[in-house]
């Protein structure tokens, strides 16, 4: 039986002028049974874009904080009955193999990841093969290259709102609460857009004010991480 499978993103104004190049490369995937689940926090035309894509778009309205809207996001494809959840980030970009070759894969691993090309804001290339190279240094499970087996998550997640890294604390608890199995796609390919509206920021720029902010969201995470160990050891 042909599993469910659904592409979570938020659309914000901030995203607005990505919007067609995303929702173009969702267009052109080689595999195409799937629904794209959108939070959209405040952009309000974004139904000018539905009726431009031949897409399966289902969207709502949430104006949250972004921890907030990820996590109604994730709990609306689990409400919905969804097997495999790919997320993706709608101001960026992918090859037309990506959600092919992670569907194929989430049948034998519970978590898969791809590869990353950094984009600048006009989405040209500034670095290649950026989790080919730094696979053993860092975190490379984020929120526009990972997909999960739903079931992972169990009925519903709960994420503190003052999270930034939302992908570090999902993966996480996906990994302390199960025994799992996970590969790294190579020839699936997200064009992660760096720009400096986005949450990241540019990942390769680092100066005073961006390792005082790097060090806050890491400690944030550790707190979050403590607080759920704590809570599900109670539990237990």
Request: contains cysteine; hydrophobic residues 40%; neutral net charge.
């Amino acid at each position: 039986m042909e599993k469910k499978v659904a592409i979570l993103t938020t659309v914000f104004p901030a995203t607005e002028r990505f919007i067609d190049e995303f929702l173009s490369s969702l267009l052109k995937q080689t595999y195409t049974n799937f629904d794209i689940l959108v939070v959209n926090d405040g952009l309000y035309n974004f139904d000018d874009y539905k009726k431009k894509y031949n897409l399966n778009i289902i969207d709502y309205q949430h104006k949250k904080l972004p921890a907030k809207n990820r996590e109604y996001g994730i709990n609306k494809a689990i409400e919905l009955g969804y097997d495999y959840l790919i997320f993706a980030d709608s101001d960026d970009f992918f090859s037309t193999n990506r959600i092919e070759e992670m569907v194929k894969k989430l049948s034998d691993y519970d978590l898969v990841f791809n590869e990353l090309t950094l984009v600048n804001r006009e989405g040209k290339t500034i670095v290649e093969n950026l989790t080919k190279f730094n696979i053993y240094e860092g975190n490379l499970f984020g929120l526009s290259n990972t997909a999960i087996r739903l079931n992972l998550l169990g009925d519903a997640i709960l994420i503190p709102s003052n999270l930034i890294a939302v992908d570090w604390y999902i993966f996480s608890i996906a990994m302390l609460k199960n025994n799992i199995k996970y590969t790294f796609l190579p020839k699936a390919i997200t064009y992660y857009r760096q720009y400096n509206e986005n949450t990241a920021g540019f990942v390769d720029k680092i100066d005073k004010k961006g390792l005082v902010n790097t060090i806050n969201v890491k400690k944030t995470h550790y707190n979050a991480m403590i607080d759920y160990c704590i809570k599900n050891k109670k539990e237990d």
